[in-house]
Every structure is written in C-alpha cells, then in structure tokens.
C-alpha cells in the first residue's frame, strides 16, 4: 500500500530536549516536505526536498533541521524546542514529473512542549 | 506571490443540500490547483486537481470543483452533502516559480448537519 509513515504520533517533551519526528514513504517519490498546522493559519511549510541530499528552507524553517540521506527519508530535528513549536505536523511526498501531481500525506504528529 | 484565499472558516449546510467551499488564488503563471480533505485525526487526502482542460473537475466521493480564470476563483462543490463530508477542506495552488512546492489557504471547516 502506497503511503507516507510519520512517528510517533503524539509527542510531548519538555523545552530544550533535542527530538526527531520521522517520515518515510514507498512511494520513489523525489520530492518530500515538512509542514506545520496551527489554527487559522492552514499549513505552512517548514522544509522541502527536491531529491537525497538536497534540502531547501521554507516559510517558517526557524528552530528545525532536516536530512535527506535516502530518498525514502525525511526527518525533522528540532535541536532546541521551544513551546511555540506546539503544533501538528505532517510530512507529504510528490513525484517532481511536473506541477500536476498531487502529494501524499502522512497522518501527522501532534507535538507539545512544555 | 502566489496566495491561496478561502474566505469562509466554517460552512454549514444541511444534509442533502447542494455545497460549495469558496477558493480564490493568486499565482505568476498557469495555476495548478488542488483540494484537499482533512478529517479528524487523519492526514490530508486528495480530493481533486485542475491542471488544463474542462473548467468542472470531477473528485473523489462525488466532489467537483469549477475553475473560473477570470475569477481566479476554484470552487468545491457537492450536489447533495452528507453528514460524513462534515471535515477541514485546503485549497491549494502548486507554482512552478515557487520550487514547486504547495501553498496552501487557511482551511474551511465544513459542518453538515442531519
């Protein structure tokens, strides 16, 4: 079955202690991104990548690392948290054979820092 | 820059009433657009695309969406809605001047009532 994995699910920590949230896919796709979903605001993308080891910032990158090691891997690090990095996550893959493909999400990560 | 609008944050319709969720979007070039479904403590899921050709797209689960360029408008719509389309509806636009990446709108939550 085509799909995008995340873990975990839930997570809460407390402010400073490094975490990674995990995405894989198994789908071959080129592209994979990080988004962030806040209420009132939809989803804003934190990082993306266009193939292994290339990686590009987004609209709100501050406070996150990521790695594209393998194609099918997308970690996101979060070195330092903070709370204002409370919030849902999803991490969504694409082929990159032109703009009419559609992305495929994960079922998200829904993060709490205390 | 390319911005997604959806002007409504809730839509109420009663069951088995035609829907519509409203979508306005600003892109540089030919618009790739996208909805997405979000329900409950689930990922997003892909409900329908326009890339070219007939302006009434059809989707998944009886959705249809109409592209009105002279507008910038993509609209979803439904003839006859079910309690269980009652979800967060994203809108999106796909822009090759923007690493291909997504944006998203703010989300609409649609209540359908029995």
């Known amino acids: 079955e085509a799909q995008v994995t995340q873990n975990p699910r839930y997570l809460i920590t407390v402010t400073g202690k490094k975490l990674t949230v995990t995405c894989s896919q198994n789908?071959?796709?080129?592209?994979m991104s990080w988004y962030r979903q806040d209420p009132g605001l939809g989803l804003r993308q934190i990082y993306y990548?266009?193939?292994?080891?290339?990686?590009d910032k987004g609209d709100v990158p501050e406070g996150y690392k990521v790695s594209r090691k393998e194609k099918r891997n997308f970690p996101l690090i979060l070195e330092s948290p903070s709370p204002n990095q409370t919030s849902l996550y999803f991490c969504?893959?694409?082929?990159?054979?032109?703009?009419?493909?559609?992305?495929?999400f994960g079922q998200g990560t829904r993060l709490t820092v205390v | 820059a390319q911005s997604v609008a959806q002007p409504e944050d809730q839509v109420n319709v009663a069951e088995g009433n035609p829907l519509t969720v409203k979508c306005t979007y600003s892109?540089?070039?030919?618009?790739?657009l996208f909805w997405y479904v979000q329900y409950p403590n689930r990922g997003l899921q892909f409900l329908l695309k326009?890339?070219?050709?007939?302006?009434l797209v059809k989707g998944s689960y009886g959705f249809e969406a109409e592209f009105n360029k002279s507008q910038t408008s993509f609209h979803l719509k439904k003839p006859s809605a079910l309690v269980s389309d009652s979800a967060l509806y994203f809108c999106?636009?796909?822009?090759?001047?923007?690493?291909?990446?997504?944006?998203f709108g703010p989300g609409t939550r649609l209540s359908v009532l029995p």
């Open positions: 990548s266009m193939n292994v080891e290339v990686t």
């Open positions: 789908m071959n796709h080129e592209y």
């Open positions: 326009y890339i070219t050709g007939d302006n």
């Open positions: 892109v540089s070039g030919n618009p790739y």
């Open positions: 999106a636009v796909r822009d090759k001047g923007y690493g291909q990446n997504f944006v």
């Open positions: 969504a893959s694409s082929h990159l054979t032109g703009l009419n493909t559609e992305a495929f």
